[in-house]
């Protein structure tokens, strides 16, 4: 479709009426996108893929994040023929420190609402600490055949939710994703912050993270720190 309000928003809807696993809705323009905390996601008409996805896995309810952790890296996958796309915990899509992308996800019923925006072209120059595809690969690609090879890239990793022996795979892919495992971190929480070395994800897809103490966090705003920043 042309515009919308929010691609999460309508699939939301979709699911709470009882449809089925595999709904995919595209989306030239948001008129309400949002990131993390309701934070404004807005991309210039046709400059962006703006996708949500409908997945319907079996995993209990602290170990959803791995709906969006399958969708992250069948992201990164599609995108591997041209270059290297990093994953930051716990929903950006970086090419050499510079946001390519996000996600965010929202639990409707049995069901996972996995919402994607990621830059094709025009942002990176626009937007400080942003950049797209064509500015960091030097290719300017076609929406539909990046999702159709998202989609190839989501129909294996869905597979994998399916069970402890693929949802081991999949933690391993995510292991190497990260680009913040082994970084210094600021972590900030509804109550407070977090500072120190993220060291892990365990098997919900938790960070973990030491510091003057150990934490595993589910959910945070995660920057990384160098030296006398942290």
């Known amino acids: 479709m042309e515009s919308v309000g929010s691609t999460n928003d309508l699939v939301a809807g ?26 404004t996601w807005i991309a210039p008409p046709g400059s ?3 996708s949500s996805y409908l997945l319907r896995a079996p995993l209990p309810p602290d170990q959803r994040h791995w709906s969006l952790v399958a969708v992250a890296l069948s992201a990164r996958a599609a995108l591997a023929p041209w270059g290297v796309v990093d994953v930051k915990w716990p929903n950006d899509l970086l090419v050499a420190e510079k946001k390519l992308g996000g996600l965010l996800a929202h639990v409707v019923d049995d069901g996972v609402v996995v919402g994607l925006g990621m830059n094709l072209r025009g ?65 900030h929480l509804e ?11 365990d098997e ?15 959910a945070a705003d995660v920057v990384h720190v160098r030296g006398e920043e942290v």
């Open 191 to 201: 109550s407070g912050v977090v500072r120190g070395v993220a060291r892990e994800v």
């Open 48 to 50: 962006a893929l703006l």
């Open 14 to 39: 979709r699911a709470r009426a009882g449809e089925s696993e595999g709904l995919v809705v595209v989306a030239d323009f948001q008129e309400s996108g949002r990131g993390r905390r309701d934070r």
């Open 204 to 218: 919900r897809g938790y960070l973990v993270v030491e510091g003057d103490e150990t934490w595993t966090l589910s």
């Open 123 to 187: 942002i990176g120059s626009q937007v400080e600490g942003a950049t797209s595809v064509l500015e960091s690969f030097g290719v300017n690609l076609d929406r539909d055949d990046l999702l159709d090879a998202l989609l190839d890239q989501l129909d294996i990793r869905r597979g994998l939710l399916n069970s402890s022996e693929g949802l081991a795979n999949l933690r391993e892919e995510y292991r190497a994703s990260l680009v913040t495992l082994g970084r210094q971190v600021r972590c």
